[in-house]
């Protein structure tokens, strides 16, 4: 059945060529807003969301689905709005062009009844869903067959078939989404030429050429989005591994630095509470053998034995405060604490032991607290060893104060003995902390700790610490 037409030929010439100037620019101006629809997710069925769609050849492609963010989004529900009044302003305009070209035919309720039914599927679009089930093709395809129907009837209602266009390729995968627009399109140019007076070149390729350019820039956009939400996704991952990273270095920084704490106050206590507590051991012991033979030499031990109490009690209050060598705490610097520290040593040895000390040189500025504290303790733990094991009789701390560097050095004239390689530990006894906790405080420090010893000549041993290296912060 073919539609009536009305008017001279020129008049249906020119009909035909503004039908055709119509529909070129309905599909231009569709066509923009479909791509924009597109890439904000707004669309005719509400707006949209990208899902992977494989059509029947296993062609995998994105497609973009119609779900319920436009009410969300302020732009894609203007959008949305946008396609619905674009569709049903233009199956308006062709009904009412039919009905005004030709009143009063046969087939006028037919037409009326079908593009009824075209507005009424058109509306349950968003009705039946997001995802390309088969309830929602099936929709697609009577949507599609009742619009054909109608453009076969009255050619006018080609121009339609703009939005019907990013409906389908909304919907279906690439491959049959641009099949559907093929078809749609061959209909448009039928019904033009249908309209036109002979034949008219831009009637047979405008349309083909409008189509591909919509159809185009709507797949570039779609595209674009997608690649945009994978690089987005692919943000989001690095962050995440960031933050997992930076989690996973903070626990091994806070490991690291227990572990670095742990052995601080290892050597702390093995250097100020441990040589204490042996000392008062010996004199006790001392005691208790001459308590009857002595009383005498019985109550000096003793004596000396409650001032070392003393000592380490002021120690281990010093530790529960801040750590810091008692005798440095007592104000006067490493100078006064090492002279100090000489002067309760040959106390305590009551003649068995003379300890001296001498500083040479004058610091151009005051010893890091650090320095001090670590040359301190090294001093302490190798008196320690003095007096436990050389069997000496005299010993000397000399302080040097160079340009760049400090250098303290213990000597004494007891027995002397091997020394081993750094890092070798014997094995016939569980004591020996004395020096790797030395050697750890100068290394932390930057310097070196040199021993020179033989067996009947004594023992130096060195410790020298730059001032111009950055110091450990372990």
């Known amino acids: ?199 008219d070149p831009n009637l047979v390729l405008a349309p083909p050429a409008v189509a591909a350019v919509a159809t185009a820039v709507f797949v570039h956009m779609q595209r674009q989005a997608v690649r945009q939400r994978e690089l987005a996704a692919r943000q989001r991952e690095l962050i995440d591994d960031l933050l997992r990273t930076r989690r996973e270095l903070a626990a091994t920084e806070r490991r690291e630095g227990t572990l670095a704490e742990r052995q601080r106050l290892s050597m702390e206590i093995h250097d100020t509470l441990a040589q204490g507590l042996s000392s008062q051991q010996m004199l006790l012991q001392a005691a208790d053998r001459t308590w009857s033979a002595d009383p005498d030499a019985a109550r000096r031990h003793v004596r000396t034995a409650t001032g070392i109490a003393e000592r380490n009690l002021a120690e281990a209050r010093r530790f529960v405060h801040d750590l810091a060598p008692a005798d440095l705490a007592a104000g006067g610097g490493l100078e006064a604490a090492l002279h100090a520290l000489a002067a309760r040593e040959s106390a305590q040895a009551e003649g068995a032991l003379t300890v001296h000390c001498h500083v040479e040189g004058t610091p151009h500025a005051p010893l890091p607290d650090r320095v001090q504290s670590a040359l301190l303790r090294i001093a302490q733990g190798a008196l320690a060893n003095v007096r436990e094991h050389s069997g000496a009789s005299a010993a000397g701390l000399t302080l040097t104060h160079l340009d760049d560097r400090v250098v303290l050095d213990i000597g004494d004239n007891g027995r002397g003995f091997t020394a081993e390689p750094e890092g070798v530990r014997g094995a016939r006894t569980v004591r020996g902390h004395g020096l790797p906790a030395m050697r750890a405080r100068v290394r932390q420090l930057g310097g070196t700790l040199t021993i020179e010893s033989a067996p009947g000549e004594g023992t130096v041993l060195s410790a020298e610490v730059p001032l111009t290296t950055t110091e450990d912060p372990t």
């Open 1 to 199: 059945m073919v539609e009536h037409r009305s008017g001279s030929p020129d008049a249906e010439g020119a009909e035909g060529s503004r039908v055709s100037g119509a529909t070129a620019e309905a599909s231009r101006t569709a066509g923009s807003t479909a791509a924009a629809s597109g890439v904000s997710g707004a669309t005719a069925g509400g707006s949209g969301t990208t899902g992977t769609t494989t059509d029947g050849s296993g062609t995998t492609g994105t497609t973009t689905e119609t779900s319920g963010t436009a009410g969300s989004d302020p732009d894609a529900r203007w959008l949305a709005l946008l396609m619905h009044a674009a569709f049903f302003l233009l199956l308006g305009a062709s009904l009412t062009r039919f009905l005004m070209r030709h009143p009063g035919e046969d087939r006028t309720p037919w037409i009326i009844a079908l593009s009824i039914t075209l507005a009424v599927l058109y509306l349950l679009g968003p009705v039946l869903g997001s995802r390309p089930t088969p309830r929602r093709l099936t929709w697609l395809g009577v949507l599609v067959v009742v619009w054909m129907v109608l453009v076969v009837l009255a050619p006018s209602f080609a121009w339609c078939a703009v939005p019907l266009f990013y409906t389908g390729l909304r919907i279906l995968p690439p491959r049959a989404a641009l099949a559907l627009v093929a078809l749609l399109t061959v209909f448009v140019v039928a019904a033009q030429l249908r309209l036109a007076d002979g034949f």
